[in-house]
């Protein structure tokens, strides 16, 4: 078994390499896919977070029109560490809002795309 202290000198490294890794300018960017759910959500979507009983959790972006869309679990993890992301902790369906630094970094990624897609649109779902 492996000491707190030993996992705590693990985990300390492997942050150090990777942010040797991956320039400081690149840790701090959300991916494209984390740029449509920002601007899905500054375009009126919500994001909530579902949980269940078993225990599985699931975030979905709830359009202003259509369908619920299912959001990669890993995308919000990383939009909430950027600080993007503010959570109301509400249980069993907790809903994501943007912060001001979110509505910042979206207004950003709104303006660089020239027209942003509405929260329902096909734009969102493709990955481009």
Sequence with gaps: MISAAAAARVGKSLQSLLCRVIPKSQQNVPSPSQARLLLALLNGGT????????????????????????????????????????????????????????????AKEKKAAGAAPSPGDSAWNSGS
Excluded: W
């Design 47 to 106: 994001l909530k977070s579902h949980r269940y009983l078993d225990g599985r959790k699931e975030y979905l972006l709830h359009p202003l029109r259509g369908e619920a869309i299912q959001v990669p679990s890993q995308d919000v993890r990383r939009l909430e560490k950027l600080d993007l992301l503010l959570s109301n902790h509400k249980f069993p369906s907790t809903t994501l809002l943007l912060s001001q630094r979110g509505r910042l970094a979206a």
